[in-house]
């Protein structure tokens, strides 16, 4: 007899169940293809995967490529490899994470393109907790990534020179010394490069040259330093670098070295320009502890190599900080020196060397102290390169000018022409032309008592177009202009026919030596030449032998001061030469 022993199930729910799971894959796999997202399915149980269409587009693949982790692993790049390896092996293992995240670099199998993909993936587990299927998908994401990136790179990075810009900087340097300070033994070195004359070179020669100038920096300073160096500008003529040598000895050669490389000149539109750059730098933690320390320190160093050692290296030392105090000190005596109307003018004579008779006077500032007295214009010194000091200074000068000079006409004085010194800094005012004008009304003054000393500095500054228009202004007004310093600083003789220059003052560095020193005696002689040529009249500052004054004579000088005529004096012993003319 034959039997037949069974069982039967209704397996009515699961079949649905399946067959509504399948259908809401391939819903899925229909809504990814859709928006453009590449599926990788890997069947754990038989070990084989399965690429949909628009993955394989993605890899660059032809469409028979075999859907194997070889082959996604060939094409991607070799830094990001091991991190596709150890997804691979812990799907493999069993031991991966319910669901998963990372994003790798790939070269596109048919083009080589560089393509960034993000994957994301879970798994699909069975009854009994072990691993059916791994389900990945596959955004390529390379478009967005590199938006991103460009914002970050522009919030990173100067956009002139494509350096790290100031803020990056300031992190680079707090976690190179939180290096240092975990290492103990390891050595810093903060740099700070201010380039030489660049603004002379804006004003001069146009802004396209200046940054022509300043990416020619950038790119000396990062290929002489070296890649293991982090370097930025700062803004500006401004320039940073953080070293970490093994010691200060190599930190000092290497910037040594950057700065002979920053020596060869430029050419920028067929004109050859100077390149260089002054350093100072500071190490931890010698000279600081923290970044905003070493940041201070570096800065001082740097400050007294622009005043001592352009273009060389300036480490700093602890006496660098008394030389700032001064400094800050002066700048804080200024200020209350122009707050509370302590400015006194003193009054040297102007002589014509014929016959010796007094011409006129040049105010120089003195001030006054409670207790000390009488000051001279070095112990405020560091205020005449300050903007914001230097202007209030002027101001109070030209107010003490004016009432002295009103003065003395109200006491029946015969009066002469007063020269005033301009600092560069009081022509970045506007009001320059109508300060003065104002003061000279104010007091019924005529324009022809006043002479404007300026030197040659300003028609190299900022906004040099703007100085030879005020200058102008003044000189159609009846108001005598006057180059001081003539010969000592970096002007050229165009600016004798550009600018409306009156008198040229032979600087007193000339007339010292001139009867032992055939240089000084030479230079002296050209000066007059041109002067006469110009009919531009001469004025021989510091003169203080009768040999001098007669020397300076026979060569056709019409005009001098120094002590041998009178050294600078208070405004009543003015009056009281005024009055001997009067």
Known sequence: MLAWFGTLENIDDRKRAENALLASEERFRLAAEAAGIGIWDYDALLGRGIWSDVFRTMLGLASNAPAEPATALALVVPEDRPILQQLIDSIKGGDIHPRFELTVRIRRANDGALRWMQTSGWRVEAANGRIERVLVTVRDVTEQLTAEQRVRWAAEHDPLTGLINRATFNRSLEEAIARADRSGSATLTLALFDVDHLKETNDTIGHDAGDVLLCTVAARLAQALGDDVVVARLGGDEFAAILEPSTKELAADRLQAALRSLREPVVADAIT???????????????????????????????????????????????????????????????????????????????????????????????????????????????????????????????????????????????????????????????????????????????????????????????????????????????????????????????????????????????????????????????????DQLSITVVAEGVETAEQAAYLLTRGCSHAQGYLFGKPMPANEAGILLAAYA
């Open 273 to 531: 320009l100077d390149c260089q750059a002054t350093v100072g730098s500071s190490s931890f933690p010698q000279d600081g502890r923290n970044a905003r320390d070493l940041l201070k320190t570096a800065d001082l160093a740097l400050y007294a190599g622009k005043t001592n050692a352009r273009g060389e290296l300036s480490r700093f030392r602890p006496e660098m900080r008394a030389s700032m105090q001064r400094r800050t000190s002066m700048l804080s005596v200024a200020r209350m020196v122009a707050r509370d109307d302590r400015v006194m003018p003193f009054y040297q004579p102007k002589v014509r060397l014929s016959d010796g008779a007094l011409s006129g006077f040049e105010a120089l500032l003195r001030w006054r102290h409670d207790t000390l007295g009488i000051q001279g214009p070095d112990t405020i010194v560091a205020a005449f390169d300050d903007l914001t000091t230097a202007v209030p200074l002027g101001e109070r000068m030209l107010e003490r000018v004016c009432e002295d000079l009103a003065r003395w006409r109200d006491e029946g004085f015969a009066l002469m022409r007063v020269a005033l010194n301009l600092s560069p800094a009081e022509f970045r005012r506007d009001d320059l032309f109508d300060r003065i004008m104002g003061q000279l009304h104010r007091h019924a003054l005529s324009t022809e008592l006043l002479e404007l000393e300026v030197t040659e500095t300003v028609f190299l500054g900022r906004g040099a177009e703007s100085v030879g228009d005020t200058l102008a202004a003044f000189h159609r007004a009846g108001v005598t202009v006057a180059l001081d310093d003539f010969g000592t600083g970096y002007a050229s003789l165009k600016h004798l026919r550009e600018y409306p220059v009156d008198v040229i003052k032979i600087d007193r560095s000339f007339v010292a030596d001139l009867l032992t020193e055939p240089g000084d005696a030479a230079i002296v002689d050209a000066i007059l030449g041109l002067a």
